[in-house]
């Protein structure tokens, strides 16, 4: 029997923006099957009137009456609604949030400074399970900073550096911006920032400085999570940001009118935070809060669960037969890379049960449908070098060679010797779709291994009706790529 999906969704009522999020199940990696965002900035002038923003307010209530109805009309089954800084900081804050609930018949929790903190920590941790670092969550009323080192979030500081309240004291002027950020980032004794090596940016003014670096850099990818920069390249874009004129700003791709007016203040914290903690390396990431209170949901088991596997897994799970047959050329693939690391070895598993993912296209687009789609994909757990690897490796499933202005982008991310892998991945699983045409409870029949210099591919007596000219040409471009002698035995 086909157990129903059970949908679940968060409503995010925010300083800047109130967003509904509603996912297609509670699970390792959720799917987003609805996602709308309303700028509402309730916080807006809070540091002035220590009230909510009365404008903000209306709309903010508005959207939250809606997106309630939504996730009734998706049968959701599970609804988490929480509200941050604005809220928690404000003396009207409760009272708005008592008046919602009484409206409504929902329950609103209004996270302190400390959970949201631990909470981003574990979006983080969910999409980045070997994240070590510190990250800091930027949203419109506060900047939450928490350090992160083996799956756990071990220490937290709140401050309320917002998108907003830099707004808001814009006007003082660029030395005042920085004093004001002193004073609320200066003294981490919590935390060792000798030792900080990575620091991982969360919040969407974070992610609209890192689409301003992909626009002014010229990135060829526009994927945001995991997106690592080096902190001297970062803080080469971030001056060039802060000395930029409003309307040179408001010209820049992707970034949204609401967004860039706070953009030269997001740079300037993230140009504070450089100097200060000297990272090596700034990490985006697209996981924050929502997803951190939907992983701190799940059981230990779903926790413990590779992201990159379980979202791959799930990306096929619609055909039962198909994830059969990609557990079974795994294992038969595999003995092809026995030298290579823990790594490649999960990047390969990933591969093998994604190689049928353009399967049902027209044949001469299918390389070029299934690079696209594994790239453009929200599967996370890599970083942007394995995500072109997986990518590249599922074009070659479906094609012996590649298209000029993909190669371009590959070489970017892949040097020689990793191009020619994924390749001979690609290669040896249209290897065994030949050989089997996708069938189940053959490939494990028929083995393949490397001795020598020789690439060995050996059937029984069964199953040698299936050795054809065909299969023997793609053995031979297989041998070929691997610099190995191919060689076809009954045994």
Not at 42 to 53: E, S
Not at 150 to 160: A, D, E, L, S
Not at 390 to 418: G, P, Q, W
């Amino acid at each position: 029997m086909v157990l129903k999906k059970v949908r679940v969704g968060v409503i995010d009522v925010g300083s800047n923006s109130v967003r509904l999020v509603i996912y297609d199940e509670l699970k390792r990696v959720p799917i987003p099957i609805f996602n709308e965002k309303i700028m509402c900035a309730l916080g807006k002038d809070i540091h002035k009137t220590k009230k909510l923003n009365k404008s903000g307010e209306k709309s903010a209530k508005n959207a939250i009456i809606r997106f309630v109805y939504i996730a009734h009309l998706m049968q959701v089954k599970k609804l988490f609604v929480f509200a941050t800084a604005a809220v928690r900081e404000s003396k009207d804050g409760k009272s708005f949030i008592l008046d919602l609930e009484q409206h409504l018949n929902i329950k609103i929790k209004i996270l302190s400074g400390e959970t949201e903190a631990k909470l981003a920590g574990l979006g983080v941790i969910a999409a980045i399970p070997e994240a070590s670092g510190i990250i800091g969550d930027m949203g419109g009323g506060s900047f939450e900073l928490a350090e992160v080192d083996n799956g756990q979030v071990i220490k937290r500081k709140i401050t309320p550096l917002g998108a907003l309240k830099l707004l808001g004291i814009s006007s003082n002027g660029d030395d005042f911006i920085y004093q004001t950020i002193h004073e609320n980032l200066s003294g981490f004794d919590q935390f060792e920032i000798n030792k900080i090596n990575n620091f991982y940016a969360v919040g969407g003014g974070f992610r609209n400085l890192a689409k301003a670096y992909i626009t002014l850099n010229n990135y060829p990818l526009k994927i945001l999570h995991n997106y690592k920069i080096q902190s001297k390249k970062l803080d080469e874009t971030l001056n060039r940001l802060i000395n930029m004129s409003s309307s040179e700003i408001n010209q820049l791709d992707d970034i949204s009118d609401n967004r860039s007016e706070t953009l030269k203040y997001t740079a300037m914290l993230m140009k504070y935070i450089i100097d200060y903690m000297q990272p090596e390396n700034v990490i985006f990431s697209v996981y924050g809060v929502r997803e951190g209170i939907l992983f701190k949901n799940l059981t230990e088991e779903e926790q413990i669960k590779d992201p990159l596997i379980a979202g791959s897994v799930d990306f096929i799970s619609k055909n039962e037969q198909m994830l059969e047959y990609s557990t079974e050329l795994t294992d038969w693939v595999k003995p092809l890379f026995t030298e290579e690391d823990i790594n490649f070895q999960r990047l390969l598993s990933s591969i093998c049960i994604l190689s049928n993912i353009a399967r049902f296209e027209h044949p001469e687009y299918r390389a070029e449908i299934a690079f696209r789609r594994f790239l453009d994909s929200s599967i996370i757990g890599i970083s942007h070098h394995d995500r072109l690897f997986i990518a590249t490796a599922l074009y070659y499933c479906y094609s012996s060679t590649i298209d000029e202005s993909i190669d371009t982008i590959c070489r970017l991310f892949l040097d020689k010797n990793m191009m020619s892998k994924t390749k001979s991945i690609g290669y040896a699983i249209r290897l065994a779709y030949n050989i089997t045409a996708g069938s189940t409870g053959i490939i494990s029949s028929i083995n393949i291994d490397i001795k020598n210099t020789m690439l060995n591919l050996k059937f029984d007596i069964i199953t040698k009706n299936l050795i054809g000219e065909v299969v023997e040409k793609h053995l031979t471009r297989l041998a070929e790529n691997m610099k190995l002698t191919p060689k076809i035995a009954i045994e």
